[in-house]
Protein backbone atom coordinates (compact mmCIF):
# COMPACT_ATOMS: atom_id res chain seq x y z
CA UNK A 1 0.00 0.00 0.00
CA UNK A 2 1.69 3.41 -0.67
CA UNK A 3 2.20 5.73 1.87
CA UNK A 4 -0.21 8.91 1.80
CA UNK A 5 0.77 11.86 4.02
CA UNK A 6 -2.27 13.63 5.05
CA UNK A 7 -1.41 18.07 5.70
CA UNK A 8 -3.34 20.16 7.70
CA UNK A 9 -2.29 23.50 6.54
CA UNK A 10 -2.94 26.66 8.97
CA UNK A 11 -5.99 28.34 8.47
CA UNK A 12 -7.30 25.38 6.37
CA UNK A 13 -7.99 22.94 8.79
CA UNK A 14 -10.83 22.08 7.05
CA UNK A 15 -9.53 20.85 3.71
CA UNK A 16 -6.71 18.31 3.83
CA UNK A 17 -4.42 17.36 1.56
CA UNK A 18 -3.10 14.46 0.76
CA UNK A 19 0.89 14.12 -0.33
CA UNK A 20 2.39 10.99 -1.59
CA UNK A 21 5.89 10.62 -3.28
CA UNK A 22 7.13 7.55 -5.47
CA UNK A 23 10.56 6.68 -6.47
CA UNK A 24 12.09 4.49 -9.23
CA UNK A 25 8.88 4.87 -10.99
CA UNK A 26 8.27 3.40 -14.65
CA UNK A 27 4.38 3.75 -15.37
CA UNK A 28 5.12 8.10 -16.04
CA UNK A 29 4.10 7.94 -19.53
CA UNK A 30 0.46 6.05 -18.36
CA UNK A 31 -0.43 8.60 -15.59
CA UNK A 32 0.66 11.76 -18.09
CA UNK A 33 -1.60 10.05 -20.37
CA UNK A 34 -4.71 9.79 -17.84
CA UNK A 35 -4.06 13.53 -17.35
CA UNK A 36 -4.03 15.00 -21.01
CA UNK A 37 -7.41 12.50 -21.08
CA UNK A 38 -8.54 14.66 -18.20
CA UNK A 39 -9.71 11.22 -16.48
CA UNK A 40 -11.60 12.29 -13.36
CA UNK A 41 -9.89 9.28 -11.80
CA UNK A 42 -6.75 10.68 -12.04
CA UNK A 43 -7.34 14.41 -11.00
CA UNK A 44 -4.50 14.88 -8.92
CA UNK A 45 -1.39 17.06 -9.12
CA UNK A 46 1.66 14.54 -10.10
CA UNK A 47 4.79 16.83 -9.89
CA UNK A 48 8.62 15.80 -11.21
CA UNK A 49 9.72 15.32 -7.73
CA UNK A 50 13.19 16.98 -9.37
CA UNK A 51 11.72 20.63 -9.29
CA UNK A 52 10.80 20.29 -5.83
CA UNK A 53 13.30 21.87 -3.80
CA UNK A 54 11.81 21.72 -0.38
CA UNK A 55 8.42 21.15 1.31
CA UNK A 56 7.86 25.13 1.93
CA UNK A 57 7.77 26.47 -1.87
CA UNK A 58 5.36 23.08 -2.66
CA UNK A 59 2.91 24.32 0.72
CA UNK A 60 2.74 27.69 -0.65
CA UNK A 61 1.44 26.58 -3.78
CA UNK A 62 -0.77 24.21 -2.55
CA UNK A 63 -1.93 27.14 0.03
CA UNK A 64 -2.24 29.59 -2.73
CA UNK A 65 -4.33 27.07 -5.14
CA UNK A 66 -6.54 26.20 -2.07
CA UNK A 67 -7.04 29.88 -1.21
CA UNK A 68 -8.04 30.26 -5.03
CA UNK A 69 -10.27 27.60 -4.87
CA UNK A 70 -12.37 28.64 -1.89
CA UNK A 71 -11.97 32.98 -1.95
CA UNK A 72 -12.21 33.36 -6.12
CA UNK A 73 -13.75 37.07 -5.45
CA UNK A 74 -10.14 38.19 -4.60
CA UNK A 75 -8.24 35.64 -6.00
CA UNK A 76 -9.51 33.65 -8.78
CA UNK A 77 -8.59 30.55 -10.33
CA UNK A 78 -6.58 31.17 -13.20
CA UNK A 79 -6.66 27.14 -14.29
CA UNK A 80 -9.26 24.75 -14.47
CA UNK A 81 -9.32 22.53 -11.55
CA UNK A 82 -7.20 23.12 -7.95
CA UNK A 83 -4.90 20.57 -8.87
CA UNK A 84 -4.07 22.41 -12.22
CA UNK A 85 -3.88 25.38 -10.64
CA UNK A 86 -0.96 23.45 -7.87
CA UNK A 87 1.07 23.24 -10.94
CA UNK A 88 0.55 26.63 -12.52
CA UNK A 89 1.55 27.95 -9.00
CA UNK A 90 4.72 26.49 -8.81
CA UNK A 91 5.79 28.31 -12.26
CA UNK A 92 7.10 31.70 -12.05
CA UNK A 93 5.54 32.61 -15.30
CA UNK A 94 1.94 32.85 -16.28
CA UNK A 95 2.25 29.64 -19.18
CA UNK A 96 0.03 27.10 -18.05
CA UNK A 97 1.58 24.26 -20.60
CA UNK A 98 4.46 25.67 -19.62
CA UNK A 99 3.94 24.76 -15.68
CA UNK A 100 3.11 21.66 -16.91
CA UNK A 101 6.18 20.94 -19.12
CA UNK A 102 8.37 21.61 -15.99
CA UNK A 103 6.75 21.21 -13.29
CA UNK A 104 4.42 18.13 -14.29
CA UNK A 105 5.77 14.96 -15.09
CA UNK A 106 7.15 13.68 -18.62
CA UNK A 107 7.39 10.90 -19.48
CA UNK A 108 10.66 9.58 -18.30
CA UNK A 109 9.87 10.81 -15.00
CA UNK A 110 10.88 8.23 -12.54
CA UNK A 111 10.49 10.21 -8.77
CA UNK A 112 7.28 11.93 -8.37
CA UNK A 113 5.02 13.78 -5.97
CA UNK A 114 1.41 13.36 -5.96
CA UNK A 115 -0.87 15.71 -4.16
CA UNK A 116 -5.03 15.40 -3.89
CA UNK A 117 -6.89 18.01 -2.66
CA UNK A 118 -9.47 16.60 -0.10
CA UNK A 119 -12.16 18.63 -1.06
CA UNK A 120 -15.15 16.26 -0.50
CA UNK A 121 -15.58 13.81 2.09
CA UNK A 122 -15.33 10.74 -0.05
CA UNK A 123 -11.59 11.69 -1.21
CA UNK A 124 -9.49 10.40 2.01
CA UNK A 125 -6.20 9.39 2.97
CA UNK A 126 -7.35 5.49 2.43
CA UNK A 127 -8.86 6.03 -0.62
CA UNK A 128 -6.40 8.05 -2.37
CA UNK A 129 -3.76 5.26 -0.81
CA UNK A 130 -6.00 2.53 -2.09
CA UNK A 131 -6.22 4.48 -5.83
CA UNK A 132 -1.94 5.19 -5.89
CA UNK A 133 -1.23 2.10 -5.13
CA UNK A 134 -2.99 0.60 -8.01
CA UNK A 135 -2.10 3.25 -10.00
CA UNK A 136 1.35 4.08 -9.61
CA UNK A 137 3.92 1.44 -10.62
CA UNK A 138 7.24 2.50 -8.23
CA UNK A 139 8.17 2.84 -4.48
CA UNK A 140 6.37 4.29 -2.35
CA UNK A 141 8.43 7.28 -0.19
CA UNK A 142 7.19 7.79 3.25
CA UNK A 143 6.55 11.60 3.88
CA UNK A 144 6.91 12.76 7.26
CA UNK A 145 4.70 14.91 9.31
CA UNK A 146 7.28 18.12 8.27
CA UNK A 147 7.32 17.03 4.98
CA UNK A 148 11.33 17.37 4.77
CA UNK A 149 11.50 13.80 2.36
CA UNK A 150 9.78 16.10 -0.36
CA UNK A 151 12.72 18.03 -1.23
CA UNK A 152 14.95 14.21 -1.55
CA UNK A 153 15.04 14.53 -5.44
CA UNK A 154 15.76 18.12 -5.85
CA UNK A 155 17.76 18.87 -8.71
CA UNK A 156 19.24 22.11 -8.07
CA UNK A 157 20.21 23.44 -11.30
CA UNK A 158 17.18 23.24 -12.95
CA UNK A 159 15.60 24.73 -10.06
CA UNK A 160 17.73 27.52 -10.13
CA UNK A 161 17.30 27.99 -13.48
CA UNK A 162 13.60 28.03 -13.62
CA UNK A 163 13.35 30.53 -11.06
CA UNK A 164 16.56 32.53 -12.75
CA UNK A 165 19.12 32.50 -9.34
CA UNK A 166 22.87 32.64 -10.41
CA UNK A 167 24.90 29.45 -10.27
CA UNK A 168 27.09 31.70 -7.26
CA UNK A 169 24.04 31.55 -5.19
CA UNK A 170 22.98 34.62 -3.18
CA UNK A 171 25.15 37.43 -3.44
CA UNK A 172 27.08 38.61 -0.22
CA UNK A 173 25.66 36.25 2.04
CA UNK A 174 27.67 35.22 5.07
CA UNK A 175 30.41 38.20 3.71
CA UNK A 176 30.34 40.66 6.08
CA UNK A 177 31.65 40.50 9.58
CA UNK A 178 30.07 39.87 12.94
CA UNK A 179 27.54 37.26 10.96
CA UNK A 180 27.30 34.19 13.06
CA UNK A 181 26.65 31.60 10.41
CA UNK A 182 26.86 28.21 12.87
CA UNK A 183 24.66 26.33 9.91
CA UNK A 184 26.49 25.35 7.15
CA UNK A 185 26.61 27.04 3.80
CA UNK A 186 24.89 24.42 2.08
CA UNK A 187 21.84 24.32 4.46
CA UNK A 188 22.03 28.39 4.08
CA UNK A 189 22.12 28.48 0.16
CA UNK A 190 19.19 26.52 -0.03
CA UNK A 191 16.74 28.07 2.89
CA UNK A 192 17.97 31.42 0.70
CA UNK A 193 17.18 29.52 -2.58
CA UNK A 194 13.41 28.14 -0.67
CA UNK A 195 13.17 32.56 0.05
CA UNK A 196 13.25 33.31 -3.04
CA UNK A 197 11.55 31.06 -5.09
CA UNK A 198 8.35 31.42 -2.45
CA UNK A 199 8.60 35.21 -2.98
CA UNK A 200 8.78 34.73 -6.84
CA UNK A 201 5.96 32.36 -6.65
CA UNK A 202 3.71 34.76 -4.42
CA UNK A 203 4.37 37.83 -6.43
CA UNK A 204 3.35 35.63 -9.81
CA UNK A 205 1.13 37.39 -12.00
CA UNK A 206 1.00 40.58 -10.17
CA UNK B 1 -31.40 76.86 -3.45
CA UNK B 2 -29.39 74.68 -4.69
CA UNK B 3 -26.70 76.50 -7.37
CA UNK B 4 -27.12 75.19 -11.01
CA UNK B 5 -23.77 74.34 -10.94
CA UNK B 6 -23.82 71.27 -7.99
CA UNK B 7 -27.44 70.71 -9.21
CA UNK B 8 -26.02 69.55 -12.49
CA UNK B 9 -22.45 67.44 -11.42
CA UNK B 10 -23.32 64.14 -10.61
CA UNK B 11 -21.23 62.19 -8.55
CA UNK B 12 -19.60 59.80 -11.35
CA UNK B 13 -20.07 57.14 -8.62
CA UNK B 14 -21.56 56.89 -5.32
CA UNK B 15 -19.16 57.70 -2.28
CA UNK B 16 -20.96 55.44 -0.49
CA UNK B 17 -18.76 52.70 2.45
CA UNK B 18 -18.65 49.26 1.57
CA UNK B 19 -20.15 47.46 4.18
CA UNK B 20 -18.22 48.22 7.24
CA UNK B 21 -16.90 44.98 8.92
CA UNK B 22 -18.89 43.22 11.81
CA UNK B 23 -18.47 44.89 14.71
CA UNK B 24 -16.35 42.48 17.19
CA UNK B 25 -15.57 43.23 20.70
CA UNK B 26 -13.18 40.32 20.59
CA UNK B 27 -10.71 41.63 18.00
CA UNK B 28 -9.93 45.82 17.30
CA UNK B 29 -11.99 47.09 14.30
CA UNK B 30 -10.85 44.75 11.61
CA UNK B 31 -11.17 40.97 11.29
CA UNK B 32 -8.86 39.13 8.71
CA UNK B 33 -10.24 38.10 5.17
CA UNK B 34 -9.80 34.69 4.49
CA UNK B 35 -8.37 32.52 4.59
CA UNK B 36 -6.84 33.73 8.25
CA UNK B 37 -8.63 31.68 11.17
CA UNK B 38 -8.90 33.04 14.20
CA UNK B 39 -6.85 30.30 15.30
CA UNK B 40 -3.35 30.75 16.52
CA UNK B 41 -3.63 35.00 15.61
CA UNK B 42 -2.62 37.45 17.63
CA UNK B 43 -2.24 41.25 16.77
CA UNK B 44 1.08 42.98 17.33
CA UNK B 45 0.69 46.58 15.97
CA UNK B 46 -1.70 48.38 14.50
CA UNK B 47 -0.81 51.77 12.00
CA UNK B 48 -2.32 54.08 9.79
CA UNK B 49 -2.13 51.78 6.78
CA UNK B 50 -2.07 48.27 8.26
CA UNK B 51 -2.68 45.73 10.97
CA UNK B 52 -0.25 43.20 11.55
CA UNK B 53 -0.67 39.79 13.46
CA UNK B 54 1.52 36.91 14.58
CA UNK B 55 0.03 33.69 13.09
CA UNK B 56 1.37 30.57 11.42
CA UNK B 57 1.74 29.97 7.87
CA UNK B 58 2.09 27.37 5.45
CA UNK B 59 3.05 24.57 8.57
CA UNK B 60 2.08 24.36 12.04
CA UNK B 61 5.82 25.40 12.95
CA UNK B 62 6.64 28.14 10.52
CA UNK B 63 5.96 31.37 11.98
CA UNK B 64 4.64 34.52 10.56
CA UNK B 65 3.60 37.91 10.64
CA UNK B 66 0.93 39.25 8.42
CA UNK B 67 -0.07 42.34 7.35
CA UNK B 68 -3.58 43.05 6.95
CA UNK B 69 -4.05 46.67 4.79
CA UNK B 70 -7.90 47.02 5.28
CA UNK B 71 -9.93 48.93 3.32
CA UNK B 72 -10.33 52.48 3.89
CA UNK B 73 -14.02 53.62 4.06
CA UNK B 74 -13.63 57.17 3.24
CA UNK B 75 -11.68 56.33 -0.05
CA UNK B 76 -13.70 55.51 -2.95
CA UNK B 77 -13.50 51.94 -3.60
CA UNK B 78 -11.48 51.92 -6.55
CA UNK B 79 -9.02 53.82 -6.13
CA UNK B 80 -9.06 52.01 -2.51
CA UNK B 81 -8.10 48.53 -4.58
CA UNK B 82 -5.39 50.32 -6.40
CA UNK B 83 -3.55 51.79 -3.58
CA UNK B 84 -3.76 48.68 -1.83
CA UNK B 85 -2.81 46.69 -4.26
CA UNK B 86 0.19 48.92 -5.39
CA UNK B 87 1.61 49.08 -2.11
CA UNK B 88 1.57 45.22 -0.92
CA UNK B 89 3.21 44.97 -4.30
CA UNK B 90 5.55 47.62 -3.94
CA UNK B 91 6.66 45.94 -0.12
CA UNK B 92 6.66 42.37 -1.39
CA UNK B 93 8.76 43.18 -4.94
CA UNK B 94 11.59 45.08 -2.71
CA UNK B 95 11.70 42.63 -0.33
CA UNK B 96 12.29 39.65 -2.78
CA UNK B 97 14.89 41.82 -4.51
CA UNK B 98 16.50 42.59 -1.26
CA UNK B 99 16.13 38.81 -0.63
CA UNK B 100 17.68 37.92 -3.81
CA UNK B 101 21.01 40.06 -2.90
CA UNK B 102 21.38 38.67 -0.01
CA UNK B 103 20.39 41.86 2.53
CA UNK B 104 18.95 40.54 5.53
CA UNK B 105 14.83 40.65 5.41
CA UNK B 106 12.04 38.76 6.30
CA UNK B 107 11.08 36.62 3.37
CA UNK B 108 8.19 36.78 1.25
CA UNK B 109 5.48 33.72 1.94
CA UNK B 110 2.49 34.67 0.47
CA UNK B 111 -0.40 37.18 -0.48
CA UNK B 112 -2.92 38.09 -2.10
CA UNK B 113 -3.05 41.92 -2.89
CA UNK B 114 -6.90 42.02 -3.82
CA UNK B 115 -7.96 41.01 -0.68
CA UNK B 116 -5.27 43.18 0.91
CA UNK B 117 -2.29 40.98 2.90
CA UNK B 118 0.71 39.57 2.70
CA UNK B 119 2.48 37.17 4.69
CA UNK B 120 6.13 37.73 5.62
CA UNK B 121 8.58 35.52 7.91
CA UNK B 122 9.03 36.15 11.37
CA UNK B 123 12.05 37.49 12.27
CA UNK B 124 12.78 35.62 15.54
CA UNK B 125 15.14 38.54 18.00
CA UNK B 126 14.46 42.00 19.28
CA UNK B 127 14.72 45.64 18.08
CA UNK B 128 17.94 47.56 17.90
CA UNK B 129 15.44 49.99 19.64
CA UNK B 130 15.09 48.12 22.74
CA UNK B 131 18.60 47.18 22.89
CA UNK B 132 19.51 50.83 22.63
CA UNK B 133 17.47 51.39 25.55
CA UNK B 134 18.87 49.09 27.36
CA UNK B 135 22.04 50.14 26.83
CA UNK B 136 21.24 53.21 27.58
CA UNK B 137 19.94 52.31 30.92
CA UNK B 138 23.08 50.59 32.02
CA UNK B 139 25.08 53.55 31.35
CA UNK B 140 22.95 55.55 33.60
CA UNK B 141 23.04 53.33 36.35
CA UNK B 142 26.67 53.05 36.12
CA UNK B 143 27.68 56.64 36.32
CA UNK B 144 25.67 56.55 39.28
CA UNK B 145 27.23 53.65 40.87
CA UNK B 146 30.76 54.51 39.57
CA UNK B 147 31.47 51.48 37.59
CA UNK B 148 33.31 52.40 34.09
CA UNK B 149 34.88 49.55 34.32
CA UNK B 150 32.64 46.78 33.64
CA UNK B 151 31.19 48.97 30.52
CA UNK B 152 34.41 48.60 28.46
CA UNK B 153 33.57 45.09 27.17
CA UNK B 154 29.89 46.39 25.77
CA UNK B 155 31.16 49.33 24.50
CA UNK B 156 33.26 47.38 21.95
CA UNK B 157 30.42 45.24 20.95
CA UNK B 158 27.97 48.16 20.76
CA UNK B 159 30.36 49.57 18.34
CA UNK B 160 30.74 46.68 16.55
CA UNK B 161 26.91 46.24 16.61
CA UNK B 162 26.76 49.78 14.71
CA UNK B 163 28.78 48.46 12.96
CA UNK B 164 27.52 46.05 10.78
CA UNK B 165 24.06 48.11 11.17
CA UNK B 166 26.20 50.29 8.80
CA UNK B 167 27.35 47.95 6.35
CA UNK B 168 23.72 46.67 6.51
CA UNK B 169 21.89 49.73 5.10
CA UNK B 170 24.67 50.42 2.91
CA UNK B 171 24.50 46.96 1.51
CA UNK B 172 20.31 47.58 1.08
CA UNK B 173 21.42 51.00 -0.77
CA UNK B 174 23.79 49.75 -3.09
CA UNK B 175 21.55 47.30 -4.80
CA UNK B 176 19.15 50.31 -4.90
CA UNK B 177 16.98 50.23 -2.48
CA UNK B 178 16.20 53.50 -0.16
CA UNK B 179 13.95 51.75 3.11
CA UNK B 180 11.96 55.14 3.59
CA UNK B 181 11.46 54.70 7.21
CA UNK B 182 14.76 53.70 8.78
CA UNK B 183 14.11 53.82 12.65
CA UNK B 184 15.79 51.44 15.37
CA UNK B 185 12.41 49.91 15.70
CA UNK B 186 12.61 48.44 12.28
CA UNK B 187 16.18 46.77 12.77
CA UNK B 188 16.06 43.55 14.64
CA UNK B 189 18.79 42.07 15.72
CA UNK B 190 18.07 38.04 14.85
CA UNK B 191 18.83 35.75 17.53
CA UNK B 192 21.31 33.35 16.21
CA UNK B 193 20.31 30.35 14.88
CA UNK B 194 16.13 31.29 15.12
CA UNK B 195 15.89 29.64 12.18
CA UNK B 196 16.16 25.94 13.99
CA UNK B 197 13.44 26.98 16.97
CA UNK B 198 10.46 28.37 16.37
CA UNK B 199 9.23 30.18 19.25
CA UNK B 200 5.36 30.84 19.28
CA UNK B 201 4.89 32.22 22.42
CA UNK B 202 5.64 35.91 20.04
CA UNK B 203 8.16 37.31 22.84
CA UNK B 204 11.28 38.80 21.84
CA UNK B 205 14.29 36.86 22.77
CA UNK B 206 16.31 40.07 23.20
CA UNK B 207 15.42 41.35 26.26
CA UNK B 208 14.84 45.12 26.52
CA UNK B 209 15.78 47.42 29.71
CA UNK B 210 14.52 44.53 31.51
CA UNK B 211 15.56 44.24 35.91
CA UNK B 212 17.54 47.45 36.31
CA UNK B 213 19.52 46.52 33.15
CA UNK B 214 22.41 44.15 35.12
CA UNK B 215 22.09 41.29 32.98
CA UNK B 216 23.83 42.43 29.37
CA UNK B 217 22.29 40.88 26.49
CA UNK B 218 24.09 39.15 23.96
CA UNK B 219 24.21 41.76 20.51
CA UNK B 220 25.42 38.68 18.48
CA UNK B 221 23.19 37.67 15.63
CA UNK B 222 22.53 39.28 12.34
CA UNK B 223 21.06 42.92 11.55
CA UNK B 224 17.92 42.22 9.92
CA UNK B 225 15.65 45.76 8.22
CA UNK B 226 11.87 45.21 8.62
CA UNK B 227 9.14 47.20 7.63
CA UNK B 228 9.58 47.98 3.90
CA UNK B 229 6.23 49.37 4.01
CA UNK B 230 7.44 53.41 2.53
CA UNK B 231 10.75 51.04 0.48
CA UNK B 232 11.02 52.54 -2.84
CA UNK B 233 13.67 51.77 -5.59
CA UNK B 234 16.06 54.10 -5.82
CA UNK B 235 16.11 56.58 -8.76
CA UNK B 236 19.49 57.32 -9.96
CA UNK B 237 19.70 60.26 -10.47
CA UNK B 238 18.19 60.95 -6.71
CA UNK B 239 19.74 58.16 -4.84
CA UNK B 240 22.09 60.19 -2.94
CA UNK B 241 19.17 61.96 -1.31
CA UNK B 242 16.92 59.04 -0.93
CA UNK B 243 19.76 57.64 1.27
CA UNK B 244 20.34 60.62 2.47
CA UNK B 245 17.58 61.04 4.36
CA UNK B 246 17.35 57.29 5.48
CA UNK B 247 20.57 57.89 7.21
CA UNK B 248 19.21 61.24 8.67
CA UNK B 249 16.14 59.64 10.00
CA UNK B 250 18.42 56.86 11.87
CA UNK B 251 20.28 59.68 13.18
CA UNK B 252 17.03 61.27 14.62
CA UNK B 253 16.10 58.08 16.04
CA UNK B 254 19.12 57.45 17.64
CA UNK B 255 19.22 61.43 19.33
CA UNK B 256 15.90 61.05 20.37
CA UNK B 257 17.08 57.74 22.40
CA UNK B 258 19.26 59.86 24.50
CA UNK B 259 22.13 62.13 24.17
CA UNK B 260 24.77 58.75 24.81
CA UNK B 261 23.17 56.86 21.97
CA UNK B 262 24.45 59.79 19.87
CA UNK B 263 28.49 58.84 19.58
CA UNK B 264 27.40 55.39 18.50
CA UNK B 265 25.58 56.87 15.21
CA UNK B 266 29.05 58.16 14.42
CA UNK B 267 30.28 54.14 14.20
CA UNK B 268 26.99 53.56 11.79
CA UNK B 269 28.10 56.59 9.74
CA UNK B 270 31.78 55.01 9.32
CA UNK B 271 30.86 51.42 8.91
CA UNK B 272 28.66 53.42 5.84
CA UNK B 273 31.35 54.82 4.78
CA UNK B 274 33.09 52.11 3.82
CA UNK B 275 30.24 50.01 2.66
CA UNK B 276 29.80 50.60 -0.65
CA UNK B 277 31.24 53.11 -3.66
CA UNK B 278 28.20 55.14 -3.56
CA UNK B 279 28.74 56.01 0.28
CA UNK B 280 30.54 59.18 -0.01
CA UNK B 281 28.05 60.73 -2.01
CA UNK B 282 24.91 59.67 0.52
CA UNK B 283 27.17 60.84 3.49
CA UNK B 284 27.72 64.06 1.81
CA UNK B 285 24.26 64.55 0.68
CA UNK B 286 23.66 63.91 4.75
CA UNK B 287 25.28 67.19 5.80
CA UNK B 288 22.57 69.30 3.63
CA UNK B 289 19.82 67.26 4.48
CA UNK B 290 20.95 67.76 7.99
CA UNK B 291 20.59 71.71 7.47
CA UNK B 292 17.28 71.74 6.39
CA UNK B 293 15.50 68.12 7.29
CA UNK B 294 14.29 65.63 5.84
CA UNK B 295 11.80 67.09 3.74
CA UNK B 296 13.36 69.25 0.80
CA UNK B 297 12.56 72.36 0.11
CA UNK B 298 10.07 72.98 -2.83
CA UNK B 299 11.18 76.82 -3.87
CA UNK B 300 14.41 76.64 -5.89
Not at chain 1, 6 to 11: D, G, K, V, W
Not at chain 2, 40 to 55: D, W
Not at chain 2, 150 to 165: F, N, P, Q, V, Y
Not at chain 2, 166 to 192: F, R, Y
Amino acid sequence: MAQVRTILLPHFEDYPVQVAMFKDVTNASFLRSQLLQANPDFDYAFLDAAMILSPLPLFLAITLSLHSTLSPATSPLRTRTPHSELVFRLHPNNNIGESYRKFGISDDTTNLIAVKFSLTPDVTNESVAKHLSEAVQGVSVDVGEDGSELGLFADLSKIKKIYKVNDGGVKGKGGKKGVTDQVGTVKDERSALENIIMGVMTLKGS
Amino acid sequence: MVSPAAATIEPIAPLRPPTPPPSNPSRPLHTLPPPFTSSNLQLLAQGAEALVYKTTFLTPNTPCVVKYRPPKPYRHPTLDRRLTKARILAEARVLVRAGREGVSVPRVLGADWEAGWLVLGWVEGGSVRAVLDGWTERVKNRRKAYEASTGHAEEKEMLDLMSRIGSCIGHLHSIGIAHGDLTTSNIMLKSPSADLNSTTNGQAAVPSSTSSGSAIPSLAGQITLIDFGLASHMVPHSADEEGAVDLYVLERAFSATHPAAEPLFAEVLKAYGQSWKGAKGVLKRLEDVRLRGRKRSMLG
